[in-house]
């Protein structure tokens, strides 16, 4: 049990994913971690498939769409560290993420933020860093296409990455 000045250290991971990758990411931070799972589902899920969920998907981040949620089951607000993590659509973090951002004020928390991608990451998480900005960043990492591509290498970096944080988060 984390312990941070006799209290136990509430442990959040926030997330939106599309193709299950991200979702894998955050259910083996929690699993290691021992942290609650909010899981940001959009009222409207898109369901496009093959070439044109990129088309779908990259024609809502540049519109700077913020998709209806539906409830959460947890108040990030509550938390004391929280992972947060997304896909990389058209360069950046997705609408779910955009809408969490604007209606939930997080400040003064720690921060671990991630994200998956199939080789475009560019600049997604200074866009994540700038979107939390008030907070502490106390981690960041990226995850390539991680339930195709090694995954039992990218699950044993995520376990490895997400107790580091913990760790450090309780010093």
Known sequence: MAMNGGMKIKKLVVFYSYEGNTKFIAKTIAESIDA?????????????????????????????????????????VDYDVL?????????????ALRTFFSKI?????????FCCHEGGMKKTLDKMKKALTGNTIIG????????????????????????????????
């Open 36 to 76: 609650d799972v909010l899981e940001l589902k959009p009222v409207k899920e898109m369901n496009s498939k093959g070439f044109m969920k990129f088309i779908w998907g990259g024609q809502k981040v540049i519109m700077k769409q913020k998709p209806e949620l539906n409830p959460f089951n947890f108040n990030p």
């Open 83 to 95: 992972f947060i993590g997304t896909p990389v659509w058209a360069f950046t973090y997705t609408p």
């Open 105 to 113: 004020k997080l400040e003064n928390k720690k921060i671990a933020i």
């Open 140 to 171: 960041t990492n990226d995850f390539f296409n991680p339930l195709y591509k090694n995954k039992e290498e990218n699950e044993l970096k995520t376990k490895m990455w997400a107790e580091k944080i913990i760790d450090e988060a309780e010093i």
